[in-house]
């Protein structure tokens, strides 16, 4: 079965800190995707990003960067220089491409707030 | 490209009663998702469909609840005889789908309904 799992559930970090978000999945399936996508306090879901289970190639766009490890089952999301506008919750997800029409299960998600 | 829409935004409504739900996705995408978003949890998956056909429903959908996307392109969701315990924000998403699991969702703004 499919899970995944964001240990944390709030974080608070000042304007301009560095902050990683942890998120650890489980599958038994060898071909997966995995996602971030942020829900501002508007509610909308927006994608950041996705990765497929044979790149694991860290990634890095602007002030982000993710950090994908499949030998601790992991996909960790740092946000560089945080800003105010960073502030809302972050979910990561994950979807099996082998078994079946799996949809996109969420991880419970980590509140991040930005103090300025 | 108008995104994803999603008709009320609130509804409010007295345990009992019926409610139905208005999706409109991104026109040319094929499918559709509805998911069900509890506070402080990460989304849960309903239901899909691939143009006009329910490809499937999660076990959290309960026979009072019922999807239809009758020409393939909005959907409604109706939820019969409601229970306090519906209370939840219902997220409508669509996606262009090529290769199975890797699609990108993208999320409306939900309907957030209240059961009193």
């Known amino acids: 079965a499919q899970k995944v799992t964001q240990a944390q559930t709030e974080i608070s970090v000042v304007e301009k800190e560095d902050v990683t978000l942890d998120c650890v999945y489980e599958?038994?399936?060898?071909?997966?995707?995995l996602f971030w996508y942020k829900q501002p306090p508007s509610g909308e879901l927006v994608f950041l990003i996705r990765?497929?289970?044979?790149?694991?190639q860290n990634e890095i766009s602007g002030r982000y960067s993710w950090n994908f490890q499949k030998s601790t089952s992991s996909f960790n999301f740092t946000i560089t220089a945080s800003q105010v506008v960073d502030s809302a919750v972050y979910f990561c997800?994950?979807?099996?491409?082998?078994?079946?029409?799996?949809?996109?299960?969420f991880g419970k998600g980590t509140r991040l707030s930005v103090i300025a | 490209d108008t995104g994803v829409s999603q008709d009320p935004r609130h509804k409010i409504t007295k345990r009992g009663q019926n409610v139905t739900f208005r999706c409109d996705p991104i026109?040319?995408?094929?499918?559709l998702y509805w998911y069900r978003q509890t506070l402080g949890q990460g989304p849960e998956f309903l239901t899909y469909?691939?143009?006009?056909?329910?490809?499937?429903k999660s076990r959290l959908l309960s026979d009072r609840f019922s999807a239809e996307r009758p020409k393939g392109s909005f959907s409604t969701l109706e939820i019969q005889r409601t229970e306090q315990g519906d209370s939840a924000m219902y997220l409508c998403?669509?996606?262009?789908?090529?290769?199975?699991?890797?699609?990108?969702?993208?999320f409306g703004s939900g309907t957030q309904l209240s059961v009193l």
């Open positions: 997800a994950l979807s099996d491409a082998n078994s079946g029409n799996t949809p996109l299960v």
């Open positions: 469909f691939q143009n006009e056909a329910q490809l499937e």
């Open positions: 998403a669509s996606s262009l789908a090529i290769l199975r699991g890797n699609e990108k969702l993208f």
């Open positions: 026109s040319e995408h094929n499918r």
């Open positions: 990765r497929n289970s044979f790149d694991e």
């Open positions: 599958t038994r399936d060898t071909t997966y995707y």
